[in-house]
């Protein structure tokens, strides 16, 4: 299957437009994966998680991809299976569809990463809830890319109250 080629006299409305629809389409299988993160047992060590969006920051266009990170003070060891201990990280299991490529120079002129950052904050957000994220126990946060700047950092879900 060949990439989609975005043209270098795109609008800037048009591929906001043009990207919120094509991620807005996968929320389904977002909320389906959130489902069963949300659902997971987890060790008493786990204080926090946060899940990062990595996607592109650079003329990388494959689409967002999401890790989980669990953090506790206690960074425990453990020989259960869950993996699901302070200090563990993984890939959720989320696939995506090739976005469509632009060329380097168009990438950071028409702010390529700033638009699909933003689109993909507002998504997972909603997702989230969606998924009955509100409920969840753990505090969680949602990081845009490593980088600050490019789209709006979450709380998914707040600490509670002893």
Known sequence: MTQKVLPDNIAPIALEKMLARQIWAKSDDLIECFEGLINDVYEPSVESMMISAHSPVDADTSGPSFWRYLGGKDKLITN???GNFAGDASTLSFE???????????????????????????????????????????????????????????????????
């Open 80 to 82: 259960k299976k869950s």
């Open 96 to 162: 995506f569809p090739d976005l469509p490529i632009v060329n380097r120079g168009l990438f950071y002129d028409i702010g390529y990463a700033d638009v699909l950052g933003n689109i993909i904050s507002d998504w997972t957000y909603d997702s989230w809830l969606k998924a009955g994220g509100w409920v969840f126990p753990i505090p969680t946060k949602l990081m845009i890319y490593t980088d600050p700047g490019y789209g709006q950092d979450r709380e998914l879900t707040r600490a509670t109250s002893s």
